[in-house]
């Protein structure tokens, strides 16, 4: 019935016409996880020709924002600096714990940023008492700024999210692939590091990215891991 009334609405109840075959796909190279972790550069576009790109956060901003959740030590704040640095000419950073208590402060900050695609908001966990104000200011300025709003699960982000209607991402813990690949761009042979993970039991603490580099940096420095 559903396919009768696909046909009737958009072919006059005739059959709908066979799709066109797809494009040939592009040859397979690497996996989009291991073009986001192993080492990148900015180029220009005459010279990506070749080249695997490599989606930022602007894939999951999409055309509204959005709200990642991570728990402590995950980098979420490593998170929203390293996007403004990617996207430096549109995107601005705004540490909410700056204006604790200070409305008119963050008002102020939040005009002065009017004309930036992108406001990413940090600290939200820190200073719970601006959900409401964050969100009456970011509300006027939505048809033209995408706000990605970082943060600890906390309870003020159901608020957030209510308010602004924006979808909520987690920031997961580092699989091993993951982890090699931290480990691999810090200098590490790959295998070796991992072994030495798996081995001491110090998966749960690789599957957080502050700890997965310091482990990374030990075992470069001294071909051991330790913390």
């Known amino acids: 019935q559903a396919l009768a009334d696909i046909s009737k609405r958009f072919a006059g109840g005739e059959a709908i016409p066979k799709a066109r075959p797809l494009p040939k796909q592009p040859e397979f190279v690497i996996t989009p996880r291991e073009a986001y972790f192993g080492n ?10 070749g080249k695997a790109g490599v989606k930022d956060m602007t894939a999951i901003a999409g ?75 970011l509300a006027e300025s939505m048809d033209t700024q995408r706000p990605l709003i970082f943060s600890r699960n906390v309870v003020k982000l159901e608020f957030v999210h209510t308010k602004l209607q924006l ?16 480990g691999e761009g810090l200098g590490a042979n790959r295998k070796k590091f991992m072994r030495q993970v798996i081995t001491g039991g110090l998966g749960p603490v690789c599957a957080k990215p502050i700890t997965c580099e310091l482990l990374a940096k030990s075992f470069c420095e001294g071909g051991q891991v330790e913390l």
């Not at 979420?76 to 705004?94: D, I, M």
């Not at 979808?167 to 931290?182: H, K, M, N």
Request: charged share 30%; with cysteine; net charge negative.
């Open 40 to 49: 990148k550069k900015r180029i220009s576009w005459e010279e990506c020709k």
């Open 63 to 137: 055309t509204g924002g959005a709200i990642i959740i991570a728990e402590s030590g995950m980098g979420k704040s490593v998170c929203a600096k390293e996007f403004c640095r990617n996207n430096s000419n549109e995107a601005t950073l705004l540490l909410l714990q700056d204006f604790a208590n200070d409305v008119e402060g963050l008002k102020e900050a939040l005009r002065k940023r009017k004309t930036v695609r992108y406001i990413c908001v940090d600290g939200l966990d820190e200073a719970p008492e601006l959900a409401a104000p964050l969100c009456r200011l």
């Open 167 to 182: 979808p909520i991402y987690s920031l997961l813990p580092f699989s091993e692939e993951d982890a090699g690949c931290v």
